[in-house]
């Protein structure tokens, strides 16, 4: 049986498809960390109920109110940056894979073929061996 002459493409692209999975695996726990970490502030500024007392308070919850708000809005940017980074990680994962199946399947058709050539080989032995048998009669 001949070997598989791409079987060293079919391992460089096992390899490709194994790194994008690492990368995509990578970038997804970043966009939940960040997720996390946005529910955490979301959920500290909702809960902030304060006594107003003075008008330096009120100044004091304005300008926290400010920073807070700040905060969220460089969050949310972070956030979608995540996400963009996890889709290009999802669709360069998915390419990946789609190449290695390309090279999978060209294998298990050289398979097919060399072993039908086996089988054909085979085959061609049986035959001359029943006609040798039926040309000398059975004898031997």
């Keep these: 049986m001949n070997p598989f002459r791409l079987a060293a493409v079919k391992r460089l692209r096992k390899l490709q ?19 996390r970490q946005e529910q955490r502030v979301r959920t500290l500024l909702g809960d902030s109920a304060v006594d107003v007392t003075s008008p330096e308070a009120v100044q004091s919850i304005a300008a926290a109110r400010a920073s807070s708000s700040s905060m969220l809005t460089e969050l949310d940017a972070l956030l979608a940056r ?6 290009a990680a999802a669709a360069a994962h998915a390419a990946a894979h789609a190449r290695t199946v390309m090279i999978e399947k060209l294998e298990e058709r050289h398979d097919a073929r060399a072993r039908a050539e086996e089988l054909r080989a085979e085959q061609i032995v049986l035959d001359e061996a029943a006609a040798r048998v039926a040309r000398d009669g059975g004898t031997r």
């Design 17 to 35: 498809e194994e790194a994008s999975r690492a990368e995509l695996a990578r970038t997804r726990a970043t966009e939940g960390q960040r997720r």
């Design 82 to 87: 995540d996400i963009a980074a996890a889709e």
